[in-house]
């Protein structure tokens, strides 16, 4: 049972142009959203959160929003730049016990 | 500060051999965490430690054994290794309180079961 699911195993996009990552989730206790991005041979690297009480979180060109009625978030990068070609996973957590559920993750590339 | 440090990088290890795969974290943390991610899927729990001396099985904990003797050192142990526990395994550390959920990765251990 995938409690966080990531649809898409690729995205491919122009440098500049914006790139949107998806996620859902079936657990609606989930109450943290984070997203973590992976270089290869390297481990996953916080990148951004939101907590539920909230429906967007901004971070420089990083932007996740949370549809709690939808359960559903995205990351969306603007502009995209070739740096952050890399893998990015959804995790969604209950802040009651810290634990975090991940999704497949989603490779992004950002062509020049 | 060198943040979460794991050890080896890579091994290969025959079937019914046993192994450590050695996690040591910097930071001062309370909360750790081992996870493995087998190719195309997401990270999954395996054990976690919110202190010293204070262990707890993840998701998929059957095959492996943890410790926690120190803040620091969290390692993992398989004792009879088997070709279903190929995979990356990535050791995590976070602190408590407000940013609990924010977990500071290692750069995995590649192991190989043969």
């Known amino acids: 049972d995938q409690q966080v699911k990531q649809n898409s195993p690729s995205l491919s996009v122009q440098e500049g142009r914006i790139s949107i990552l998806n996620c859902d989730y079936t657990n609606s206790m989930f109450d943290y959203f984070l997203w973590y991005k992976k270089y290869p041979a390297e481990g996953p690297t916080f990148l951004i959160s939101?907590?539920?009480?909230?429906d967007k979180n901004e971070d420089g060109r990083f932007t996740v929003f949370l549809n709690k009625s939808a359960k559903h978030l995205s990351l969306h990068i603007v502009p995209s730049q070739p740096g952050d070609s890399a893998v990015y996973f959804c995790a969604a957590s209950m802040r009651s016990n810290y634990k975090l559920t991940f999704g497949k993750g989603t490779l992004l590339t950002v062509n020049p | 500060n060198a943040g979460v440090t794991q050890t080896p990088k890579f091994r290969i290890l025959k079937i019914g051999q046993s192994m450590t795969l050695q996690c040591t974290q910097d930071m001062n943390h309370n909360y750790m965490y081992w996870y493995r991610q087998d190719p195309g899927m997401g990270l999954k729990l395996i054990y976690y430690s919110v202190g010293a001396g204070i262990t707890d099985k993840g998701e998929v904990p059957n095959g492996y054994n943890v410790s926690r003797s120190t803040t620091e050192d969290f390692p993992l142990r398989l004792e009879l290794a088997a070709p279903s526990q190929t995979s990356v395994y990535f050791c995590?550390?976070?602190?408590?309180?407000?940013?609990?959920?924010?977990?500071?990765f290692g750069p995995g251990t590649r192991l190989l079961v043969l």
């Open positions: 939101i907590s539920s009480i909230k």
């Open positions: 995590a550390s976070s602190p408590p309180g407000l940013y609990q959920e924010t977990q500071y």
